[in-house]
């Protein structure tokens, strides 16, 4: 169902006690840019997330990033559209050298409590390559025609 090339990297998963019996993170459609991540809350006992309220949610995985990737924890349209839920962080940023559960951090900003219950899909993870500048520090800038202006400085 998903688009692998030679460049794809892989990504490595340790399923954790709370993962057990969940779904892989997995690309829903073909062309998908995320994986939707899956609630790990306990069986039986659902999360309720109240209204303007946030809870780290765990997804049961530890994920081995590739080196010179990162993982994007972003919401998902739907859960913002319909239910006001969405990632308090977002994009949430997993580093290659983190090796702990990837949790989800959701925020409730619609009006009625939201119920997440075990296997629910929160939020998609979106893989990507990322760049590690050097860092310098200069005395003075080079010079262009934007100089400092900003923050609208072009017209709205
Ligand atoms: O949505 C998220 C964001 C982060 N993390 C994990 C992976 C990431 O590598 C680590 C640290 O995240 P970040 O650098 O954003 O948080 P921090 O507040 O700077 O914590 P730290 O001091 O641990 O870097 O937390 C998640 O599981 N989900
Ligand atoms: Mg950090």
Request: aromatic share 6%; with cysteine; glycine share 14%.
């Amino acid at each position: 169902m998903t688009i692998h090339h030679d460049l794809s990297p892989t990504l490595n998963l340790i399923r954790l006690a709370n993962g057990e019996g969940l779904d892989l993170p997995a690309y829903e459609s073909k062309g998908a840019a995320g994986m939707d991540l899956r609630a790990a809350v306990a069986d039986g006992e659902p999360l309720t997330l109240l209204p303007g309220k946030r809870a780290l949610v765990p997804t049961g995985f530890i994920f081995e990033i590739p080196e010179g990737f990162e993982g994007q924890v972003r919401p998902r349209s739907g859960l913002a559209f319909k239910h006001g839920i969405t990632c308090l962080n977002s994009p949430g940023t997993v580093d290659s050298d983190y090796r702990g559960e990837v949790k989800v951090l959701l925020a409730n900003l619609g009006d009625d409590a939201f119920v997440i219950e075990r296997g629910m899909r929160i939020g998609q993870m979106v893989i990507a390559p990322v760049t590690q500048a050097r860092i310098a520090e200069i005395t003075e800038t080079s010079e262009t025609a934007r100089g400092a202006g900003g923050f609208g400085s072009t017209g709205v």
